[in-house]
């Protein structure tokens, strides 16, 4: 009669990770005097298993800012008798990830925003971008607005400040809206080559002075007057009708349209 232990030995290798890593691993079956738990912390030769079924479980962990995650979380190790059962870990390193979406620009306009990272380094942003691997930690957008053809489009969030963990993905979006109107100002009545009176007027202390038909774009959105006043040209006065008119500027590619006529002053 030859009698046999029934154990089994387990050789864990652990790869992937930098030296100063400091894993924790979970083996469970049943050892000796019934079913537990051994944690493992690097490279092991386990001896005297009994036979069976065993599970080791990884988890993920960061190591010096930098997140690495294990292959399979979960592996099954069958112990036989006299075996040796040899189980490989491996990590990987999980990019942590900074995504920049641009949107609500027209065709072939910049957006125009400041993307600082935790090392306090400013980076230019002009459309949808992705930094992969970047650092983990605290990261900072600043958008301003943008003037395309005439118009102005502002940021519906001017300045996000948030933080990414390591191994996870930070997205930040810029989406912009028109901010603008225009005004289309038309002189009628005045002989050729002979400019009107008028000046444009509203929020923000805007005021411009017109003389021929033109439109005024990149407006702010707001109540204007538009003010006309009498023209005098080849010893003949003209007045303009109306003399002013209010303005409703919203934001808009259309302009609005503002009409001032004149008409030859007639004395008796």
């Known amino acids: ?74 592996q099954l190790v069958r112990i036989t008798t006299g075996g040796i059962a040899a189980v490989f870990v491996t990590w990987s390193i999980v990019p942590t990830v900074v995504e920049v979406t641009v949107s609500g620009l027209p065709t072939g306009a910049n957006a125009d925003a400041t993307l600082t990272a935790p090392s306090g380094e400013a980076a230019t942003v002009s459309a949808t971008m992705r930094l992969s691997p970047a650092a983990a930690g605290r990261w900072r957008l600043a958008a301003q607005s943008v003037i395309s ?56 202390g805007f005021s411009r002075r017109v003389t021929v038909t033109t439109t005024i774009t990149g407006l702010a959105p707001g109540s204007y007057t538009v003010a006309a006043g009498n023209v005098a040209a080849n010893g003949e006065t003209y007045a303009p009708a109306p003399t002013v008119q209010q303005v409703a500027i919203t934001a808009s590619l259309v302009a609005t349209s503002a009409v001032v006529t004149y008409a030859q002053v007639v004395t008796t």
């Open 1 to 74: 009669v030859v009698y046999s232990a029934q154990v089994g030995r387990a050789v864990i290798t652990l790869n992937g990770l930098p030296a100063d890593a400091v894993p924790s691993l979970s083996l469970n079956g049943a050892f000796a005097g019934g079913s537990g738990t051994r944690t493992i912390g690097g490279n092991t030769t386990l001896d005297s298993l009994p036979v069976g079924n065993y599970t080791l479980t990884a988890t993920p962990l960061t190591v010096g800012g930098v997140r690495f995650t294990p292959a399979s979380a979960t």
């Open 149 to 204: 053809g005439g118009a102005t489009y502002a940021p519906l969030r001017a300045s996000i400040d948030t933080t990414v963990t390591a191994g996870d993905t930070l997205r930040f979006a810029v989406a912009y809206a028109l901010n603008s109107g225009a005004v289309a100002v038309q002189i009628a009545g005045l002989p050729s080559g002979v400019g009107g009176s008028l000046t444009v007027s509203g929020p923000g």
